[in-house]
């Protein structure tokens, strides 16, 4: 078993959104997105894995399959491999996303 308290990583930068290791192992990968209002993470995609965005506290806007989707804290989404997404904290708190991938 592994524990972490989130809050001794919530390390916000001024220059861009910035992720934060959490676990590691096989093929899953955990993460916290850490946005500052007004950051991105472009839209993209990934070929060999899923990945599930839980918000853990702000809110923002997901752009999934160019639909801009607002999410808020205690939402959660799925986005199979091939979706595009990308991510954008237009609020004016910081946003935190706990991001799980799955590799295939």
């Avoid at 209002?37 to 399959?65: M, R």
């Amino acid at each position: 078993m592994k524990k972490m308290n989130i809050s001794s990583i919530l390390d916000f930068t001024s220059e861009k959104s910035t992720r934060k290791a959490i676990f590691k192992e096989g093929r899953l990968d955990t993460g916290l997105l850490l946005y500052a209002p007004g950051q991105t993470t472009p839209v993209h995609k990934h070929a060999d894995l899923d990945e599930v965005f839980y918000v853990i506290s702000g809110e923002g806007i997901i752009t999934i399959n160019d639909e801009k989707v607002p999410v808020k804290e205690n939402d959660i989404i799925f986005s199979p491999m091939e979706e595009t997404h990308g991510f954008y904290n237009n609020s004016s708190e910081n946003w935190v996303v706990l991001q799980i991938k799955i590799e295939h």
